[in-house]
C-alpha cells in the first residue's frame, strides 16, 4: 500500500501541476525517487533519473498505536466467525523537493504542491477513483520542521539545503488478514448444568 499511496499522490500531483498557466513544464515533472541519490554524482547509479525534477521522497514511517485496535479482530465468515490480528495503522512522512534549476521555478513548483494539498487534503476512492480500492481514506498535512530537525534531515540526505516541504499523509492500513482462529457461532450456554439458555 505504501507504494501505491506514492504513486497516487505523485500522478495527482503531476496533473494538477499540467493546469497551472504560471508554470513553465516542459520535460519538468514530479518524479518519485529517493532525496538522498538527487546529490550522486554518478547519474547512472540513480534508478529514477532527477536532474532537473521536483522529488517526493519517502523520509519516515511510523505506526499510529493510538488508532490501532489492540485486541484480535472478530469477522463473520460464512456459517461462523474468525479471529485476525488487527491491522497496522501507518503514517507516511514525505518530502518534496525542488531539483530545479531555477530558484524562480522551484519556488513557483514548491507554491504549487502546497496550493495543491491545502484545497485537497482528502482523498477517498469514491472523490478519486484513482485511489486503490483497498485505501479506505487518505488525509494529508503539512509537516514543519524547526532548524535543528531540517539540519539533522539534510545531514542525512548527504546534501545541502534545497527548497521544498514536509507533508504526513494519515492513515495507511498493512493487513495480511491472515487467520488466527474460528469456530461457529455460539447457540446455546450452559449454566451450572441445569439446562441450555439460548442465545440471542
Given at each position: 500500500m505504501i507504494d501505491l499511496t506514492l504513486k497516487f499522490l505523485t500522478d495527482e500531483i503531476n496533473q494538477y501541476l499540467l493546469q497551472q498557466p504560471n508554470l513553465v513544464i516542459g520535460d519538468l515533472s514530479l518524479v518519485l525517487g529517493n532525496a538522498s541519490r538527487i546529490f550522486d554524482t554518478d547519474a547512472s547509479a540513480v534508478e529514477v533519473p532527477m536532474a532537473n525534477k521536483a522529488v517526493i521522497s519517502l523520509v519516515n514511517v511510523e505506526e499510529d498505536r493510538i488508532s490501532r485496535p489492540q485486541e484480535l479482530v472478530a469477522r463473520p465468515a460464512?456459517?461462523?466467525?474468525?479471529?485476525?490480528?488487527?491491522?497496522?495503522?501507518?503514517?507516511?512522512?514525505?518530502?518534496f523537493v525542488m531539483n530545479l534549476k531555477s530558484q524562480?521555478?522551484?519556488?513557483?513548483?514548491?507554491?504549487?504542491?502546497?496550493?495543491?494539498?491545502?484545497?485537497?487534503?482528502?482523498?477517498?476512492?469514491?472523490?478519486?477513483?484513482?485511489?486503490?480500492?483497498?485505501?479506505?481514506?487518505?488525509?494529508?498535512?503539512?509537516?514543519?520542521?524547526?532548524?535543528?530537525?531540517?539540519?539533522?534531515?539534510?545531514?542525512?540526505?548527504?546534501?545541502?539545503?534545497?527548497?521544498?516541504?514536509?507533508?504526513?499523509?494519515?492513515?495507511?492500513?498493512?493487513?495480511?488478514?491472515?487467520?488466527?482462529?474460528?469456530?461457529?457461532?455460539?447457540?446455546?450456554?450452559?449454566?451450572?448444568?441445569?439446562?441450555?439458555?439460548?442465545?440471542?
Open positions: 460464512g456459517l461462523g466467525i474468525t479471529y485476525q490480528q488487527p491491522p497496522v495503522l501507518l503514517n507516511l512522512y514525505i518530502l524562480d521555478a522551484s519556488l513557483k513548483w514548491l507554491s504549487a504542491i502546497i496550493r495543491f494539498f491545502q484545497y485537497q487534503p482528502v482523498f477517498t476512492p469514491l472523490t478519486h477513483p484513482a485511489l486503490n480500492s483497498g485505501i479506505e481514506k487518505l488525509m494529508v498535512d503539512m509537516h514543519t520542521l524547526n532548524f535543528e530537525q531540517s539540519n539533522q534531515l539534510w545531514s542525512m540526505l548527504g546534501g545541502k539545503y534545497l527548497p521544498s516541504v514536509m507533508y504526513k499523509v494519515r492513515q495507511i492500513t498493512i493487513d495480511e488478514n491472515a487467520i488466527e482462529a474460528g469456530g461457529g457461532f455460539i447457540r446455546s450456554i450452559t449454566i451450572n448444568d441445569r439446562g441450555k439458555l439460548p442465545v440471542s
